[in-house]
């Protein structure tokens, strides 16, 4: 779409590759496009082409962040070394102010996300933390270490910051309206194939006998901590089967308004500093909860979630469940969605029928290419009102479960159309009205910020007033 600014789409796509995605990949072998030649050129001091505020940014930092790019499938063909330096320069800018507004990153988070992020590298990539450190260039996993730990917190400050910015910016219906009506009608956006989805959860159960089991385990582990001297984040590391925290010791920050279950909050909010709870039971397993530290409303804890084992015959059970549950849908004894709401194990989506919403847009359309690939084998092939065969799947902490769902509606492939994707016509409104917002708040603390640009790269014509003419 030619007619929405071009900056739209470059700077949100810089905005999502912060140094926070920085990876192992293999080196893509792409050409990295040269700066502008310069007819004075003067010897750059220890490769140190920009300064922002407190940081420093070096030739070696483009070059890095068009292997980035390249290595995540995005074209740098267009993006010349010169834009690139604008970017980064952005970057440390919100790291900057970040710093000066007292925007709070714990050691605990960068720890955390260090630890899972060299985690995935390594899986990615297959290889080892030798072979890591060489890749950075550095002379020990030490080195490494404290260098990546700077990267995050450079990322995680840039981050925040620009949340910062935009947390306040909305659209009203007006404004919204006003932003369709100026496309010219030959170049408004096509959006994609779409569907609509139901789903039937059915979980199978879990014995006393197991669920005894993982309750001693933990209490077991209580005790060791207690009495032996053992370390909850070790043991949390170990043996916790929360993904979301396990790398980094089970450790959660949390208030009263954080999206987490009831049952966790209450016993959460309702330990001493120090204190470690009793094991008790959520939807996703049993827990144990240490309170490390209380910060008025704030509580910084660690948790170890165990999952009591499913047995063998209990999938089968419930897999011979939700194949009598389609049969009776199928000969049009109940309707799919009075099957939801009267025997899905799904509290989310039960009350509405089985209706599935899209987490990103809050609506109830899923586009075809941006599917979750489990749940998109399952509907690809299926015309609307068609219901898929039951499938064995698992939610984000490896719980097993078996479904069955249908396709309620497809959307072909079509031109934007007010009425019908007035949702996805808002989003871009807003993210044209954050980018205004963006750039005001850059060009009002370049004004206030130590910036310095060195050799060839002052004869760059940015976008921004980095030279500061």
Not at 214 to 219: E, G, Q, R, W
Not at 358 to 368: A, G, H, I, S
Not at 402 to 428: E, Q, R, S, W
Request: aromatic content about 8%; hydrophobic content about 35%; some cysteine.
């Amino acid at each position: 779409m030619k007619f929405i600014n071009k900056k739209i789409g470059m700077l949100w796509a810089v905005m999502l590759l912060t140094v926070l995605n920085a990876g192992a990949q293999e080196i893509i072998k792409d050409t990295v496009p040269p700066a502008k030649k310069s007819s004075n050129k003067r010897q750059k001091i220890d490769g140190v082409v920009a300064t922002v505020g407190d940081y420093l940014i070096l030739d070696s930092d483009i070059d890095k962040n068009f292997i980035e790019l390249s290595s995540q499938g995005n074209s740098i063909k267009d993006i010349s070394r010169c834009q690139m330096l604008g970017m980064l320069m952005e970057d440390r800018l919100y790291a900057h102010q970040a710093i000066q507004d007292s925007i709070v990153v714990t050691d605990a988070e960068i720890n955390g996300m260090m630890d899972e992020r060299i985690a995935a590298m390594l899986e990615q990539t297959g290889g080892t933390m030798d072979k890591l450190v060489k890749f950075y260039k550095k002379d020990s996993e030490e080195d490494f270490r404290s260098y990546f730990f700077d990267v995050l917190k450079m990322g995680k400050l840039t981050n925040e910051m620009r949340k910062k910015i935009v947390e306040k910016v909305e659209v009203t219906p007006e404004e919204v309206r006003n932003f369709f009506k100026k496309i010219p009608q030959n170049e408004l956006p096509e959006f994609g194939e779409e569907v609509e989805v139901s789903q039937i959860v059915i979980q199978p159960k879990v014995s006393q006998e197991e669920k005894q089991k993982v309750i001693d385990k933990l209490n077991s582990f209580k005790k060791d901590i207690q009495e032996g001297g053992s370390s909850f984040f070790s043991k949390a590391v170990l043996y916790s089967q929360d993904p979301g925290s396990k790398s980094n010791g089970g450790y959660y920050k949390m208030n009263r308004k954080t999206p987490f279950v009831k049952e966790f909050k209450d016993v959460a909010f309702s330990l001493d500093e120090g204190q470690i709870s009793a094991p008790f039971e959520t939807a996703f397993g049993f827990h144990i909860i240490y309170i490390e530290k209380i910060r008025g409303q704030e509580v910084d804890l660690r948790h170890i979630l165990l999952m009591p084992k499913i047995t063998e015959e209990s999938m089968n059970d419930a897999k011979e469940e939700i194949t009598n549950i389609r049969q009776k849908i199928v000969s049009g004894q109940i309707s799919f969605a009075d099957a939801a709401r009267s025997s899905s194990d799904e509290k989310e989506t039960k009350t509405n029928g089985g209706a599935l919403i899209n987490p990103k847009t809050l609506d109830t359309k899923f586009d075809m290419t941006k599917m979750d690939p489990v749940l998109y084998g399952q509907v690809s092939n299926l015309k609307t009102g068609e219901i898929s065969a039951p499938f064995e799947d698992e939610d984000q902490s490896g719980k097993k479960m078996y479904k069955i769902v249908m396709v309620t509606n497809k959307i072909p492939t079509h031109t934007a159309d007010y009425a019908k994707d007035y949702l996805k016509i808002k989003d871009l409104a807003l993210k044209e009205k954050q980018i205004k917002e963006i750039g005001k708040w850059t060009t009002e603390k370049i004004k206030e910020t130590y910036i310095k640009v060195n050799g060839e790269y002052r004869n760059c014509e940015f976008e921004s007033n980095w030279l500061k003419k």
